[in-house]
């Protein structure tokens, strides 16, 4: 039972264009979610992360949107640029981000086209 | 700061043989974490130490795997006996509060 899904395994976006990656989740106990990048052979690397209190959350080009009556978030980059092409996961855990258990989704693939 | 450190980055062996997977925190962090990565199942933690004693291993797949935590500044996966199906990137990760570190991960094949 896959409790973070991405349902796209993968996008393909311009150079300076955006990239939207979306997560959906199931459990309503979730309320704290995070990003993460993967660039091949490195390990996952922090992006951004959002509580359920708020509804966006922005870091530069990166803002995170959460849509809690939709179980939903979505991961905006704007612009997009070649370098942001890599494996994108997003992961949730319980209780405020305190709850050391993270359940991540299988990532998105982005590729980022000059 | 060289971040967390997992050694080797890649092991081959064969089904039967014994396998251990090491990992160094990123000193100061008191969490460390062993993920697994596979293509059907994505990102799983096997097992979570805090303060060096392990408190949760709910993830662990089998007897086959265990883990330690002699000290603060190191960690080892072991696999015994190895099979097929454990071939999988395997991921150590680290904090103290806030996002999870992780390390480059060992790529694992049992033939």
């Known amino acids: 039972d896959q409790q973070v899904k991405q349902n796209s395994p993968s996008l393909s976006v311009q150079e300076g264009r955006i990239s939207i990656l979306n997560c959906d989740y199931t459990?309503?106990?979730?309320?704290?979610f995070l990003w993460y990048k993967k660039y091949p052979a490195e390990g996952p690397t922090f992006l951004i992360s959002?509580?359920?209190?708020?509804d966006k959350n922005e870091d530069g080009r990166f803002t995170v949107f959460l849509n809690k009556s939709a179980k939903h978030l979505s991961l905006h980059i704007v612009p997009s640029q070649p370098g942001d092409s890599a494996v994108y996961f997003c992961a949730a855990s319980e209780r405020g981000g305190s709850n050391y258990k993270l359940t991540f989704g299988k990532g998105t693939l982005l590729t980022v086209n000059p | 700061d060289a971040g967390v450190i997992q050694s080797p980055r890649h092991e081959v062996t064969e089904m039967g043989q014994e396998v251990t997977l090491r990992c160094k925190p990123i000193?100061?962090?008191?969490?460390l974490f062993w993920y697994r990565q596979t293509m059907m199942r994505g990102l799983e933690l096997l097992i979570y130490f805090n303060n060096n004693v392990p408190i949760d291993d709910s993830g662990m797949p089998e007897d086959r795997f265990s883990a330690k935590m002699p000290n603060a500044s190191f960690s080892t996966l072991k696999i015994q006996p190895s099979e097929p199906r454990d071939s999988a990137v395997y991921f150590c990760a680290s904090s103290l509060v806030g996002p999870l570190h992780f390390g480059n991960g060992t790529r694992l094949t049992v033939t």
């Open positions: 000193s100061g962090h008191n969490s």
């Open positions: 459990n309503s106990m979730f309320d704290y």
């Open positions: 959002i509580s359920s209190i708020k």
